[in-house]
């Protein structure tokens, strides 16, 4: 099956990460990938939502929005959406996975994604922009001398991959992502490890061996996203290094 | 490790399904796996949701909730909570995927999934019951006529499973749930494919052999609950032979 | 005018009591009058509203709501209702009128009444089951020494009673309180004593007589649901005597 | 107990009621009962809430609110509160119960009760006012020959009455109100009917033998308030004669 | 152009300020202008909103409503309505112009301006009559010594005007404001400045001298409005002479 | 008094503009001016708000929204507020000020103007981005032969002036608001007359000769706003010739 704009099944869209971007956020990155465009704005607080106080434990979590036009027909502007609930609970957890919340200390960062245009993966997107506000924010702190160590424990991306006419086809645009069977998020760590794994039947149910498929697709795809966030970042995981994400 | 109820790593808790469940529900089903109780009311409705309209096809989709007092600490009535989205989310898109919308015609069946007792896996249990009550309304609508062929294509149901201290672990209580550091659900057919498979890193990430181990543990809680629900069926996908879920 | 279930006028439905119901609630009770079913979980709380603080008193509160599938069209969840507001409020105020809120302390008990089954009388079943939940929880505070002295001053309990065709009818089911020209409920305490008497002409106006008429059947009915309720507890108002609610 | 303003336990406050009251209401009247002042506007509306379309008759319904410094503490604008609901429903009921619906035709009158000043007895006021002012609508309706009959069956006004002390006391201000053991609101019909019999245990239960007394006085104290009615109102039942209330 | 009630282009509607209005509140006063007729009450509030704490300085604010019955078609009850947010941010920023909040200490004062009957030019109607309910406020706190000094520092009165067919009318009523191609609201101070200018092209942009003229009409008008007020104040600036606004 | 630019008080900051700049929307420009950066999305709808369908005539109407991160200290998503509804009635008039709606035909034009970067000024910058976004949309009508004539009948600019120290200021960012005295908002045609003024004391009334300062000052600056939309619209008012702003 020949795809829209002439990629080969595994070949991810043109990816390309700004950072920073929005002048008043403690952090902030933008990704485009293909058409799909997100802007992520990390905001550090001293204030923990309130089940959070007193354990000497920091906060990490993610809200999701859309641009009332990023859609082909216009969104009401703050609708109570599942879908966004969904996608911000994702991202904030994504984030908790790779990073020492005790290390923070009482701190909470909320990273805003707001979608600008969306064309498909804007969730896996958000992820991986996400990331690279988050590097932001503890770089700052960490140069401050506010932490003493770096709270991030291992690089962060994602991308979705689907089952389309019984092939695996990685990094899906929003044609491909209606048309596809099966429609799978992963995120996964510079160190190759699954940090969340979603699939979902949506046309017919699948087989674990075109599980196992799509899971080799996702982690191909997620080391040339991984890249793409080392060459905005100083450094990854340690400021001695300018070390890689794989 | 042992588990607080003696069970075996790889055994589910006892699971009981009580159907019908609500006199003036034209579906109903309720689920206990162990202190877990969620009871599942399917309604058969001509009005469909507007965007569905005039397209000669039918809408499964579900909500849930929470009474106060299922959990330990009481919680607010009619809360808005990402969580409950995301649950009723997954039980819809599930039933979906297993349904001839077509064949349903124009008709929608929301399935109300109410959490009497919260013990770990209501959501799963939640998928469970909900075959169970749709499987009802459906045969229903085919006995009086009113559809000429039975529109489930396959049989549905659900487990969690978890890796605790590395090991997986089968149909998590909320105790384990709490202390485990990855967390899987799992939606299958009778037939033996996946629906949805959703495992997230709570603890720590996970490697791709922990994920292979955790799908084939859950495969297999899978298939007892879907002989729990043969018990309770008088027959599972055609109305001449009282067939198994295998 | 013979009755749907064969009942004569003067005739309680059949009534069942289930106490705990709930597991996580301090105090719970289930209660079933022919097929109306309610659920009452109570909840401690050390937390009393902001306009109660520091007081030296306590608070007993109450909130209703119905599942989707209690009733014959689903209805919608988390709807606000006047009419749910107006029951929660009188249940409320029944609990208030038998307990002395300085012995307490500052303490909250909420009772959630929760209706799985609605044919009548469910604000009259909710009062009648949070008396038995509240008595739980308030025996608990006793047991654990938390309070010296049993706050409950009096049993009670609450029935309704109409006019059709003119005749006096106990204990209406939905059919019956379509049907009727007035529809009352009354709570009464075990000593006899009125708690609230709330009275409404649906069909037409009513005389004195009526009322006294009413009334009269009311207190005989309570009798009998006190009856009930005294077979459910391990003693009415006091530790040392099991004694009854007459 | 002598009373704040020197009335004997037996008297009502100084009454009276200002009508048309709004310039671009269908129907209006103010009433003050010593201190407390309600303004009710009756909107004439061809649109019937959708429950009630196509069944050739109409609605009378009730809204209520209260200014924010209808009272002594300034009470948030907009505020949900039950205990609105609850007297806009019993307002609404009571309006029906003397109303011929299908008279009315396929109209819907909603009748807002606005409290300028709040001094206790604000439900019972909203009920006389709000009959006259539906009164008014009705009149109009009949002389454009929009409706062939008068669609009001009798005459309604309400009064409160409590137990203070052990005696019964007639419209209770905001302090007496505070004060009392038991609380009742009774509506009455121009004929000596009752519509609406209320009566609260705030302080204790109270006897039969009490609640009697109370609604002695409460007839009493109603056929005062439906003179004043008469006062305002060009005729009552019936345009040919100028009849009076009782 | 003739106006509807004979008025002259540069007359005032009748105007008349009733003070006190609301027995409950700090100060009151409403005002009619013609047909429009505006109540406002001011509270005072020991709570600051929270971003005010701590900063030895008060806060004035403004709330707008209408009653459901102000106008011709029923208003539905507690609408979220950009047109109210609007005003009451215009009445609260005019009255915080002319009041020295350092000397107000830490109190919060808010005017609820509730309308009545609308009939054009409640806007400034509710600026004129919640000055004369806030001066009311401060003479109490300063005759009750708990400020030193009158706060407020000038005199403060509104009024509308317009462009008909090319030519200034002042004080707008409800026709003529729909059909007035300009539409001015001015708020200006006893000593003759402006504090708020707001004029709306509604039918065709407006040239610089038009502008100007609209502004010498508003300006005469506000002169008579200043003496309205001053006359239901006992003095304006200061408690040893009666001084007027001029 | 030095600017923090550096800027002349009769400067402008540096404005940009692009368009279109959203893909899926029907028009869309995004302005900068200085650090203030706002991006507005017009949707064509053939759904009229219900209360103009059926009148031959179209409306246009705008939506004003922050990205959380726009601002120093994050601003809670979705938060209603009565600054938003305020400039969003503001853009809305002013557009329909220089629209002949009855071009329109029955069609709706929502502008979602959305602030990525707030540094004073949004609300002027918003008109003046939003007109380019008509522009494009009513272009993009006109050229499918679907209205036969080009609704906008002026060009239409803002711009915000101040008073600080006593001296009229062009163009204020968000510290030099801070610190105005009086803060003006001019919206102008390309043909010189007014759409909008609005000036607000903040910190003290003003009169009438400092007015007209600035309002000179105004109309100066909107004429260079006027060039800079020009520069990027392929004609202003008519599509034979590329006229100018003036």
Not at 18 to 31: L, N, Q
Request: charged residues 25%.
């Amino acid at each position: 099956m020949p795809r829209s704009d002439g990629r080969s099944p595994h070949a991810l869209r043109k990816i390309s990460i700004e950072t920073p971007f929005f002048r008043h956020a403690e952090g902030s990155a933008a990704i485009r990938m293909g058409n799909t465009w997100v802007a992520c704005a990390a905001s550090l607080e001293t204030r923990l939502p309130f089940w959070m106080r007193g354990q000497r434990s920091g906060w990490v979590t993610a809200e999701y929005g859309l641009l009332p036009r990023s859609v082909p027909e216009r969104a009401a502007r703050n609708r109570v959406s599942g879908r966004n609930f969904e996608i911000q609970r994702l991202v904030g957890r994504s984030l908790r996975a790779i990073t020492d919340l005790d290390l923070l200390g009482e701190r909470q960062i909320i990273i805003d994604c707001d979608v600008f245009e969306a064309d498909g993966g804007t969730r896996t997107a958000s992820v991986t922009a996400a990331y690279v506000a988050l590097h932001q924010v503890c770089r700052h702190l960490l140069e401050k001398g506010e932490i003493r160590k770096f709270p991030i424990k291992d690089q962060l991306a994602a991308i979705s991959v689907g089952l389309i006419n019984g092939e695996p086809v990685l990094d899906l645009d929003h044609a491909e992502d209606s048309a596809a069977d099966v429609d799978f998020n992963v995120v996964m760590t510079g160190s190759g490890h699954f940090v969340e794994v979603q699939g979902t039947a949506e046309g017919r149910p699948y087989t674990r061996q075109e599980l196992n498929k799509m899971l080799s697709l996702a982690a191909s795809g997620i080391r040339k996203v991984l890249k793409a966030q080392a060459r905005v970042l100083p450094w990854i995981l340690s400021p001695e290094v300018k070390d890689g994400g794989e």
